[in-house]
């Protein structure tokens, strides 16, 4: 019965409910739940893999030039970077408010870097 619904699953592209049922069954843990918390767990898990794999998705497809973060970010004083204004950029409540991004600089100073930093904390 249980394989039949684990196949449904994945035929279905239920990836998350597959994986989470899959690992109820094998640890046993089925008696635990009541039938509307292992409901739940299983939508909970779906929702969660679908917005995992929107953002991995988005990811993919902004076609960043640099695995970048905002903590990585080198604040030499010779590159004349303004670290308040990095931290304010990284909460990206300019998306919010529809405005644009424009970083400018001499070459090699990180604009790209930064770029990409701020684009994966969005």
């Known amino acids: 019965m249980n394989t039949n619904t684990l196949d449904k699953m994945r035929k279905l592209k239920f990836f998350g409910m597959y994986h989470a049922f899959q690992s109820t069954l094998e640890t046993g843990k089925t008696e635990d739940y009541t039938a509307d918390e292992l409901l739940a767990h299983l939508v909970d ?11 991995e998705r988005q990811i993919y497809y902004a076609k960043f030039r640099y695995k970048a973060s905002v903590e990585d970010v080198h604040y030499h004083a010779d590159r004349s970077i303004d670290r308040n204004q ?37």
């Open 45 to 55: 898990a779906e929702w969660d893999d679908r917005h995992n794999r929107r953002i």
């Open 86 to 122: 990095i931290m304010r950029l990284a909460d990206c409540t300019f998306i919010e408010r529809n405005e644009n991004l424009l970083i400018t600089g001499s070459t090699g100073i990180g604009k790209s870097y930064i770029a990409s930093a701020i684009g994966y904390q969005a």
